[in-house]
């Protein structure tokens, strides 16, 4: 599949992306496959400082760290994934830190070469599918129609036409608001009811990983837009985030040798407590 | 060495001073906020007043309760940047006033601050149930 790039980009996943390996896999590999090199890049060493905002100097520090190592990469191109991230690059980050780089989001790069990627969308998708759509970071990218975009692309699937939007850039950043991320999921699962939709398609990791519990007893589908661009195009994954968090016990589901390679104590200590979280609703 | 803490907390103060000076105070961001009516604090207040209450936290000064809960309920929506009659980017004014109220500038913080003091070990915690070695050598 994979096509001689004519375009070689850092893709800065962010940070807590690491719950979702297969979505960085995915990514990379679509853009392979439309001409687009990319060398994934995130975690605690790229961050860009939002984390710890609460105090200018520790923020600061960090965010021109990653911005210096993307410089030293030498590529003309950060390709980002979180609007977290991405905002805080173009209000924050580079205004303190010079960028030898043009930032862009992955929609905006898709959307860019959406014809190369129309080729490669040949695997029906049978799905009514409602955009879990946020009101903020539209007016910097406009997600919440570049995606249904790119996702109306696909043989066989269907957007449904709603007028859901819910607060903030992404759940994280209601999550912490007592009541707020509830009051969305219910919103949510009455637009499904109303639009008639059978999947709930997520553009961010955060909304993801707050939503895929509402599949628990519902016949619905929870997935992000990148699965179901793999889908259309034949790329194997598994939501293993989905699978855990769902599982009736999330260490038999993963299996105790995993746990055991990757830390027992801090699988129990900074893992297992948010993969046993109930549903918001 | 250049100290970027130091670049940082002056371009917050310069950038808060620009939109302070720029900003009208009409109340039309706060009229547009999908986080009025869920913030009850602040749902009954005044628009014109609450936004007067931001630009005096962009200006250093204490700021009313009523604008220190209007900034830190904002939770990035945007929508105030489209209904500002002025053209402003209003998404990062009340950027710039949640950062002040959470005490960025080493300030005593106005509001409740939250932070996963795990976040870092959180994150590696999970690269290494979803990425390979070499992923996590290549990618972290």
């Known amino acids: 599949m994979a096509v001689t790039p004519d375009a070689n980009v850092t893709f800065w996943y962010g940070c807590n992306m690491s719950r979702h390996g297969e979505i960085v896999r995915l990514v990379t590999h679509i853009l392979d496959a439309i001409g687009v090199s990319a060398a994934p890049t995130g975690g605690p060493g790229y961050c860009c400082g939002s984390p710890l905002e609460a105090n200018a100097r520790i923020a600061a520090g960090m965010a021109a760290r990653t911005v210096e190592k993307f410089n030293e990469a030498g590529r003309d191109t950060v390709v980002t994934w979180c609007p977290s991230c991405h905002m805080n690059m173009d209000d924050l980050m580079a205004p303190v830190t010079e960028a030898a780089f043009e930032t862009l989001h992955i929609t905006q790069l898709l959307a860019a070469r959406r014809e190369r990627l129309r080729l490669l969308l040949v695997q029906p998708v049978e799905a009514r599918v409602l955009l879990h759509a946020h009101y903020g970071f539209q007016g910097r990218v406009p997600v919440n129609t570049d995606v249904p975009m790119l996702l109306g692309m696909i043989p066989g699937l269907t957007m449904v036409d709603h007028n859901l939007r819910v607060p903030g850039h992404m759940c994280s950043a209601i999550a912490p608001k007592p009541g707020l991320l509830a009051q969305a999921h219910h919103e949510t699962m009455a637009a499904m009811e109303e639009s008639g939709a059978d999947t709930l398609v997520t553009i961010f990791h955060s909304c993801h990983r707050e939503a895929v519990a509402l599949e628990r007893g519902r016949p619905i589908r929870i997935v992000n837009w990148i699965h179901l661009l793999a889908e259309a195009i034949g790329l194997p994954y598994t939501d293993e985030y989905k699978l855990w968090r769902n599982a009736e016990d999330p260490r038999t589901a993963i299996g105790a040798d995993r746990i055991t390679a990757s830390g027992d104590i801090a699988f129990a200590q900074l893992v297992e407590p948010e993969l046993r979280r109930p549903p918001t609703i | ?140």
């Open chain 2, 1 to 140: 060495m250049r100290d970027t803490g130091k670049a940082l907390a002056s371009y917050i103060r310069d950038s808060s001073a620009r939109l302070a000076e720029a900003c009208t105070a009409c109340g039309e961001c706060y009229r547009a906020c999908p986080m009025v009516s869920p913030i009850l604090a602040v749902t009954d207040a005044a628009p014109a007043a609450v936004m007067a209450g931001i630009r005096d936290i962009l200006r250093d000064a204490p700021g009313t309760a009523e604008a220190i809960a209007f900034a830190g309920a904002c939770v990035r929506s945007g929508e105030c940047t489209q209904a500002c009659p002025e053209n402003l980017d209003a998404a990062f004014l009340m950027r710039l006033a949640l950062l002040r109220v959470r005490g960025t500038l080493g300030d005593a913080p106005r509001i409740a601050v939250n932070h996963d003091p795990k976040w870092s070990a959180r994150v590696k915690a999970f690269a290494r149930l979803t990425m390979s070695e070499e992923e996590r050598a290549e990618w972290l």
